[in-house]
């Protein structure tokens, strides 16, 4: 029997996926507005509460706040700075807190035992999806990131063949390119670094996924991406909740009231498949003028021709298949990468001393004519400790790393850094879908930042009082850039680095 509570959560469901909609964009739809029916309501509502009443669930639950009725831990979910809430909530109710919102479950690991216990130990039960009916109302099942089970092993077994292990040396060459490039164009607009990190991280993922480069953070297929991306996140709240609570809704006419939702999944949909095929298409393009530079979606489409048992059908799923994947390479590396090279120049800036330690080792390495290299990587344990304490700084278990709000990279070094960078491994996921970018990622930023700490010194642009290091919310945990002065260390390192980005450019 339908309990008022559940009644009374649809019928708020409704009314803020209507409220929600009012502040959405809708230009782009043309949906004219539809008359509002009260018996579409109540059919709606009482299909919905069945529906409700079936997926309760049921069994003993870890500990956690207080749940209200109606919405949930919603209103002690922090808005901001969410690490230090879910640091008190360990304290309070031990390694695992849960949690519900709208009646959606959730569960927070807070301890690197626990991690390790179920993410990787237990990986084989802990690593699907929940199923999205959302994902599916919007075509995103074939996401690696959304994928399970057996689409999940064969998007990964292509990724990894092309992005892990000793494949991931052949993109060096691209990478240090890039670097370059980076540098470059942070000595000509040293203002702009937020696009050029971002340009940066896109075009090295572009290169090794799709063999094009592109020339900053405004190009329009970035832009595109970008926006696809945002579009996901838009998709109001409470219509995406409704959706995974009763999938049959993803069947909801057209022609009924409060339909809208539809017609914004038609939109999410169409950009998905336009940035899945516009960016293969740009490749297609290259590889028929004969200008296409090696990449995964060459490479895999190479592979493809010398299989000659392969039927058509066969053959039009592979290039399916290489399509989905090359994409989520970009989804998936561009922010982290662009936010780790953001927590890197700040940090630098905020700590000269680090910096200064930094430029001494490049310069005994590199006699302080030349870039670095990836040759020179044996001979820069500093800067590789400086790698690893950047991607640390998510990582704030005090019982694994005293002070974990002090910024130290001599945890790395010696003998203690071993271990310390074994438990860091943390930060690339564990288990089944512990991130197949790894090795690309720390390759790239190793040698980018081994190229800005040789040229740069960078410094606040306002001393008083001294900037602090804060982050935003939200799944990426990305770092709030202040203004800050990117200056050559001198004349000569201008001309150095002018002198070997033209190689790297025009190659
Ligand atoms: C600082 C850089 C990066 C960090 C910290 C990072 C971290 C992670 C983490 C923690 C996961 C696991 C998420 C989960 O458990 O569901 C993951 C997954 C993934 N990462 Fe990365 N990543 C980085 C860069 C990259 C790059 C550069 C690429 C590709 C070029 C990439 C591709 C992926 C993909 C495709 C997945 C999904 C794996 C799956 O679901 O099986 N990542 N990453």
């Known amino acids: 029997v339908p309990v008022p509570e559940d009644i009374y959560r649809l019928a708020l469901f409704f009314l803020m996926t209507q409220i929600e909609y009012c502040f959405i964009n809708m230009e782009s739809l043309a949906t004219p507005r539809r008359v509002e029916r009260d018996y579409a309501v109540l059919l709606v509502l009482g299909a919905s509460t069945v529906a409700l009443l079936l997926s309760r669930s049921k069994g003993p639950l870890p500990p956690g706040p207080m749940a209200l009725p109606l919405l949930g831990n919603l209103p002690q979910m922090p808005r901001s700075e969410e690490w230090n809430t879910y640091a008190e909530w360990a304290e309070k109710y031990g390694d695992i807190t849960y949690l519900t919102i709208f009646g959606k479950p959730m569960i927070i690991l807070n301890s690197l035992k626990v991690v390790r216990a179920l993410m990787n130990e237990r990986s084989a039960n802990y690593s699907n999806r929940p199923y999205s009916a959302m994902n599916e109302f919007c075509g995103l099942t074939w996401i690696l990131t959304n994928a399970d089970g057996e689409a999940h092993r064969i998007r990964r077994s292509v990724v990894q063949r092309y992005f892990s292990g000793l494949a991931a040396v052949k993109h060096r060459s691209h990478q240090q390119d890039e670097a370059r490039v980076l540098a470059n164009n942070l000595l000509k607009s040293p203002e702009l670094i937020e696009l050029h990190l971002k340009g940066h991280a896109a075009s090295s993922i572009l290169l090794g996924a799709y063999g094009f480069r592109v020339e900053g953070a405004k190009d329009s297929l970035v832009q595109q991406m970008d926006e696809t991306f945002e579009h996901g996140n838009r998709f109001p709240g409470f219509a995406s909740f409704l959706l995974e609570k009763i999938p049959a809704m993803r069947n909801y006419p057209r022609w009924m009231p409060f339909s809208g939702f539809r017609a914004y999944g038609d939109l999410v949909t169409r950009i998905f498949q336009a940035i899945r095929a516009d960016p293969y298409e740009r490749t297609m393009k290259l590889i028929a003028s004969g200008k296409a530079a090696p990449s995964f979606v060459s490479t895999s489409l190479d592979d493809l021709a010398a299989e000659t048992s392969l039927s ?70 500093y800067i590789d400790a400086l790698f690893w304490e950047t991607l640390r700084l998510i990582f704030r278990d005090p019982t694994v790393f005293t002070n974990p709000d002090q910024f130290r990279p001599d945890r790395f070094l010696g003998e203690k850094g071993k271990q310390c960078r074994d438990v860091l491994t943390l930060v690339w996921g564990m288990g089944r879908r512990a991130c197949p970018g790894r090795q690309l990622a720390e390759a790239s930023l190793f040698i980018t930042m081994a190229t800005i700490a040789s040229c740069f010194d960078i410094t606040p642009k306002s001393t008083d009082p001294l900037p602090q290091l804060e982050f935003s919310s939200g799944f990426i945990r990305r770092p709030k850039l202040f203004p800050v002065n990117i200056t050559p260390r001198s004349s000569k390192w201008k001309e150095i680095l002018e002198r070997e980005v033209l190689p790297a450019v025009y190659s």
């Open 312 to 381: 058509d059908k066969e053959r039009e799923e592979r290039v399916e298949l290489i399509k989905d994947c090359a994409c989520v390479m970009y989804g998936a590396g561009t922010d982290s990468s662009t936010a780790t090279m953001g927590t890197f120049c700040m940090i630098l800036a905020l700590h000269p001393e680090i910096l200064k330690r930094a430029q001494e080792e490049l310069d005994k390495v590199t006699g302080g004519e030349r870039l670095p290299t990836f040759d020179d990587e044996r001979d820069l344990p």
